[in-house]
């Protein structure tokens, strides 16, 4: 079965998260899809995040399980080439993606992985455990070319048994991410920033990673050093802000009116909020090589996250499950401001167009054709 279209460029079909709601993962999807677009090429995204089931001309939804094989399918035949986002997180998502990839093997093609997030994720890497190893073996060798956001992940797929030609590194970040119309406020939050200093912004989501309690406790301890704080809590989906609400009811007057609660905002908000941010806190670990950390340094606005091993030069770590450790990487920065502004970083390079390349490198593909028998 030939990839291509009639006019023997590949037709593209991205599975992964697509807006709304925004995040990482949806962001550079879609930039890389307008990329791709933009070069001639045929792409379409079948979108499984939040608002999957809404039917929408910009996406392909899916309805269930056998909607989304059946669609997987019916792209296949018409001879796109596969190329599913997965993480170590999910068991539904390593299930999607695996579906895929073996749909792709079993009709003669070599379907693209591009794997996220970085080593503390809950699934990958586990060298200890039998059966995930075997599934995540399973993953890396069915699927013909891998991407993933750092050199350090890409080692730790090699360790799987993997080939390390098959499997390339590109930064989910790109200048790109920092082409934004600034947004103006609304009431409620223009009243917050002109109430509140130092202000730090806090992309979260209602899931064990994001350690709320922890983050909710380092904010009580470092407001009693400087009761002016406030926090933006962001990024909860729609179907996460009620648990998020009823979380924030149970505090105190004073604990509640020191926080902005909002919902997941468009990326133009999103980056308007952040300009405004004394420094962006970042709990999770397991994101690796997290896009908004880098779209805050590139910014020129201080970064304080919980510490994976791949965070960039800049940053200001801490351990992920010390308290402590986060209310005085927080005082810090107060006390040493200009010269942590002095070691922040900038990214340059366009990795939007080089995920594009990637995808549609056809000669890559080719050879992975070849050498599929021996994998």
Request: hydrophobic share 40%; net charge positive.
């Amino acid at each position: 079965m030939r990839e291509a279209g009639g006019n023997n460029r590949v037709k593209i079909l991205q599975i992964g998260n697509y807006p709304p709601p925004m995040c990482g993962w949806a962001m550079q999807t879609k930039l890389v899809i307008d990329e791709i677009r933009k070069r001639g090429y045929v792409c379409d995204v079948l979108k499984i995040n939040e608002n999957r089931h809404v039917k929408d001309p910009s996406y392909v939804d899916v309805q269930n399980g056998p909607d989304y094989l059946y669609k997987v399918v019916r792209f296949r035949l018409r001879g796109y080439r596969i190329n599913v986002h997965v993480n170590g997180q999910s068991k539904k998502g390593y299930l999607l993606a695996l579906a895929a990839l073996l749909v792709a093997r079993f009709t003669l093609s070599s379907g693209l992985l591009s794997f996220h997030g970085g080593l503390s994720q809950h699934y990958f890497p586990r060298y200890d455990s039998r059966k995930l190893l075997w599934a995540f073996q399973l993953l890396f060798h069915v699927a013909g070319r891998i991407v993933c956001n750092s050199e350090v992940v890409r080692d730790a797929i090699v360790a799987y048994g993997v080939r390390p030609s098959k499997i390339t590194a590109i930064a989910s970040f790109s200048t790109r991410y920092l082409d934004f119309e600034a947004k103006p406020f609304n009431t409620e939050q223009e009243k917050f920033l002109e109430e509140h200093t130092p202000v730090f912004f806090c992309y979260v989501s209602f899931r064990p990673e994001y350690r709320l309690d922890l983050l909710r406790q380092a904010m009580a301890d470092f407001r009693r050093h400087f009761p002016r704080t406030g926090f933006i809590w962001l990024g909860f989906p729609e179907k996460e802000m009620p648990a998020a609400e009823k979380y924030v009811q149970a505090w105190g007057k004073d604990e509640r009116a020191s926080l902005l609660l909002l919902g997941n905002l468009d990326h133009d908000a999103f980056l308007s909020l952040l300009t405004r941010s004394t420094a962006y806190i970042r709990t999770p670990a397991c994101d690796g090589v997290s896009a908004s950390v880098l779209e805050s340094l590139a910014l020129g606005v201080p970064v304080i996250a919980s510490e994976n091993g791949t965070r960039p030069r800049g940053v200001l770590t801490y351990r992920e499950t010390d308290v402590q450790d986060l209310c005085a990487r927080m005082s810090y920065l107060m006390e040493n401001r200009s010269s942590v502004n002095v070691s922040l970083g900038t990214q340059e390079k366009d990795n939007v167009s080089t995920m594009a390349d990637w995808i549609t490198n056809d000669s890559a593909a080719d050879q992975e054709k070849e050498m599929s028998h021996a994998i």
